[in-house]
């Protein structure tokens, strides 16, 4: 992996905004799959490969479908992610479609964030 000449290595954590911390935690770590983030000893969020989607209330701001800077996550097959995410009751809120050689789709959590997921077509 190539670094930047100022030493940037990778993305470490994204920040969500969330009202019911412990909601989010249940739709990361139960309905997705994803392992806990831990700090200090307190779970602050879940672990997506190395990045941390970390969990912030109160101050950090709301829940929000139209996210700035958004985030898309890579996954393997993106028509077979919507259809898993479906049936686990996560509300899609953009279907998948192509986009020159990409699939892309999106979802919203527990909390009402958008979260883009793509893979190649």
């Known amino acids: 992996m190539e670094h ?5 290595k990778q993305v470490k954590a994204i920040a969500l905004a969330v009202t019911d911390p412990i909601r989010a935690r249940r ?6 799959g994803l ?3 831990m ?10 490969g190395e990045c941390i ?5 109160g101050w950090y701001g709301k829940p929000t479908d139209a996210p700035n800077p958004r985030v898309t996550l890579e996954v393997g097959n993106a028509r077979e992610m ?3 995410l479906r049936d686990r009751g996560v509300a899609i809120s953009d279907p998948v479609e192509r986009y020159d050689d990409a699939l892309v789709g999106a979802f ?3 909390e009402g964030n958008k979260l ?3 893979s190649d077509a």
């Open 27 to 32: 739709f990361y770590g139960e309905t997705l």
């Open 53 to 57: 989607l970390m969990f912030k209330d």
């Open 116 to 118: 883009w997921f793509c």
């Open 82 to 84: 919507e259809r898993a």
């Open 108 to 110: 919203l959590d527990s």
């Open 35 to 37: 392992p806990p983030a």
């Open 4 to 8: 930047s000449p100022l030493g940037f």
């Open 39 to 48: 700090e200090g000893g307190r779970q602050v969020g879940c672990m997506l």
